[in-house]
């Protein structure tokens, strides 16, 4: 089985422009969360979205979004990108809500502003 | 105050050593406790949950002390493929739902 994918690896943007990244959840999982993990630092919870809608909100500016389609697949936007932005963005996804759940972590996407 | 605190390290231990990391948290509403694995450059992997009652995964042995606010790793007889930096993870009950928090990670250098 696939595990959990996300696109594109690696990204170089300049400040001020917006991004969107990509996750495909393990099969069957309808739940995705997404991170931002600095060099040096334990990854950030950004979000968790659960059959579509937003469950959980960590403390990130109004300039991050995310979404999460019908196939349970999601997107993260980040909008008026700062050089603070650069870092690896991690996607998690797992069955469901349940605090004791395993999440299973995507390879990433590593983010540049220059 | 960081909600979740880890001693970054590096520790550095030879083969066969055994070695412990600690990981406080300051949020009592907490539900669920892990640690997992980081190698370098790579995604986080779950290395075991943490319950009460404690656990052990062969080499490895993770306890809670809820009275105390921490959760603590264990690994014996360290092997050179333990090197890693080693992530607990709490999750915080917040509205219904839960906010993982991740501690910044302790890495650990096994050597020959």
């Known amino acids: 089985d696939a595990g959990v994918t996300q696109s594109p690896t690696h990204l170089i943007k300049t400040r001020g422009q917006h991004v969107t990244l990509r996750c495909s959840p393990i099969?069957?999982?309808?739940?995705v969360s997404w991170y931002q993990q600095v060099l040096g630092q334990g990854p950030q919870f950004i979000f968790q979205y659960y059959e579509k809608e937003e469950r959980g909100r960590g403390n990130f500016p109004d300039r991050f979004s995310a979404r999460q389609f019908p196939n349970y697949s999601s997107e993260l936007n980040v909008n008026a990108l700062l050089l603070g932005d650069s870092a690896l963005y991690l996607c998690a996804s797992s069955p469901g809500l349940a605090g004791g759940e395993t999440q299973y972590f995507g390879p990433g996407t590593r983010l540049l502003v220059l | 105050r960081k909600e979740v605190e880890q001693d970054p390290g590096p520790f550095n231990v030879p083969e066969g050593a055994t070695v412990a990391f600690n990981c406080t948290y300051s949020?009592?509403?907490?539900?669920?406790f892990f640690w997992y694995r980081q190698d370098c450059r790579k995604e986080p992997k779950l290395l075991m949950s943490v319950y009460s009652s404690g656990n052990e995964d062969g080499r490895f042995t993770a306890q809670l002390n809820r009275a105390s606010q921490y959760i603590s790793l264990l690994i014996r007889d360290s092997k050179l493929s333990d090197s890693a930096t080693y992530l607990c993870v709490v999750n915080f009950a917040s509205g219904g739902s839960y906010i993982p928090t991740f501690g910044r990670g302790t890495s650990l250098i096994v050597h020959p």
């Open positions: 099969s069957g999982h309808k739940s």
């Open positions: 949020n009592s509403a907490s539900q669920s």
